[in-house]
């Protein structure tokens, strides 16, 4: 089975992203706006219980903390993919380093760069066209985040969530 781990941002950004998502994210269909900490992995059963029992071990000493959004950029030319911006934190960083070091065999295809996905899968027209009209738009949003989820994906390519993982509280 293939699983992930994610940060689920409020529904207010979630809103947001999906504005513009509905139009220009090939998998607006089969995901909720996120802010992935682990992509995609294949696990047994057995495999993903062992590590929710890690994540879990993780959430205990995690304490909530906040992101902010600031802007609207794009992965071009490495691929067309147009993001909201996610400032990076320590906590942030040192969250997604601890779930990945559980996952040492599997090398991360790139580094790690915290965003919400809100295009992706465009022409090089179609990215040229909406990044330049989007790039200019101001974000400023800030929320704190205190919990992370595990997903697995269904038969139909789309993905729910299999366990959530709260922060300790102060």
Do not use: C
């Not at 607006?28 to 929710?52: C, G, R, S």
């Not at 899968?121 to 990044?131: A, F, G, I, M, W």
Request: hydrophobic share 30%; no cysteine; aromatic share 12%.
């Amino acid at each position: 089975m293939k699983f992930g781990v994610v940060i689920f941002p409020s529904k207010k950004l979630q809103d947001l992203a999906n504005s513009y998502r509905k139009r220009y994210d090939s998998h607006y269909a089969l995901i909720t706006p996120h802010l992935t900490l682990k992509n995609t992995f294949e696990a047994t059963e057995e495999d993903v219980k062992e590590f929710a029992d890690k994540l879990r071990r993780i959430a205990g000493n995690t304490q909530p903390f906040t992101i902010k959004t600031t802007k609207v950029s794009s992965f071009h030319p490495v691929n067309n993919v147009i993001y909201f911006k996610v400032e990076p934190t320590e906590e942030l960083t040192s969250l997604h380093a601890e779930v990945n070091k559980e996952f040492s065999e599997q090398n991360p295809e790139y580094a790690f760069v915290p965003h919400i996905t809100i295009g992706q899968n465009l022409s090089n027209d179609e990215h040229s066209d909406v990044y330049g009209s989007l790039r200019m738009k101001k974000i400023d949003h800030e929320e704190t985040i205190d919990r992370f989820h595990l997903l697995y994906q269904l038969d139909n390519g789309s993905w729910t969530v299999s366990e959530t993982f709260r922060f300790r509280k102060e």
